[in-house]
């Protein structure tokens, strides 16, 4: 078995590894399996301290991949429809866009920095990571809800391009911008209360900015939606009337 193993890792470019008792390989140092036209991942990995890439393959399931991911790991491009084998902590990056994913379920628990599953079939967020420490990004799927997220995410929130009627479920506080343009949003009420950056709502079906942020850090911006003129002309005064006792604070380009 091991003259197996010693065999893959050499075909594969894999080096400073260990063979644990049960066959599965720990890495100190990077793996990258990206762009083989591989359909499995070749041999069971236990830890990888660095970045773990099997991006751009035919992979449908990532039975195989480590647990533990002390980097970034990308298996975006892939054929991918559940999170069966997903490591269960990433230090880094996690990327899984462009896949056929409908489900976070089994993603891991914590990631260290942005988490992208943008350009999938996501019909909800269930199985959101605990911990969320850069960006989230989760446009391009087909989300009717947010229930399922996290309270707080450490970056930007992307939702857009989506088939959202409501922003309910979503984080409390995000660190930076929130974008959720180009859905079927009627309201913003459910919406973040606090944004450290700019806040989008573009291109959806408001008639109303209740239920805006009681603060955001950056631009607000709310172009092509059926609002009044007196709103469209000037958004910022509508957002202080309906934010009067929360003392909302806006900053302007």
């Known amino acids: 078995m091991k003259e197996e193993i010693h065999n893959i890792c050499k ?13 599965s390989i720990d890495v100190d ?10 359909e499995r991942i070749p041999i069971k990995f236990r830890e990888v301290t660095g970045d773990f890439y099997c991006s751009h393959n035919y992979l ?34 996690f990327y899984c866009s462009s ?14 920095g942005l988490f992208d599953c943008s350009h999938n079939n996501l019909t909800s967020l269930d199985g959101f990571p605990k911990t969320v420490g850069g960006h989230f990004n989760c446009s391009y799927n087909n989300l009717t ?8 995410v ?11 009627t409501t922003l309910k479920g979503c984080p409390k506080e995000v660190s930076e911008g929130f974008y959720c343009d180009e859905n079927n949003l009627i309201s ?7 944004v450290g ?25 709310c172009y092509d939606n059926p609002l009044p003129k007196h709103i469209m002309d000037n958004p910022i005064a509508e957002l202080e009337r309906i934010n009067r006792n929360n003392k909302l604070e806006i900053l302007l380009d």
């Open 11 to 23: 075909r594969y470019g894999i080096e400073n590894y260990t063979i644990n008792g049960d066959g």
């Open 29 to 38: 140092g990077e793996v990258n399996l990206s762009c083989k036209e591989s």
């Open 60 to 93: 449908t399931s990532l039975e195989g991949c480590p647990e533990r991911v002390g980097g970034n790991f990308n298996c975006s491009d892939n054929n991918l429809t559940s999170f069966d084998g997903c490591p269960k902590r990433v230090g880094g990056t």
């Open 99 to 112: 896949n056929k994913l409908t489900s976070l379920n089994g993603c891991p628990k914590t990631v260290g």
């Open 145 to 152: 809800s947010l229930e399922g997220s996290t309270k707080t």
């Open 154 to 164: 450490g970056g930007s929130f992307y939702c857009y391009k989506n088939k959202l």
């Open 188 to 194: 913003l009420e459910g919406g973040p209360e606090r």
């Open 197 to 221: 950056g700019d806040f989008c709502c573009n291109e959806n079906n408001l008639t109303t900015l209740k239920g805006c942020p009681e603060r955001v850090g950056g631009r607000f911006d």
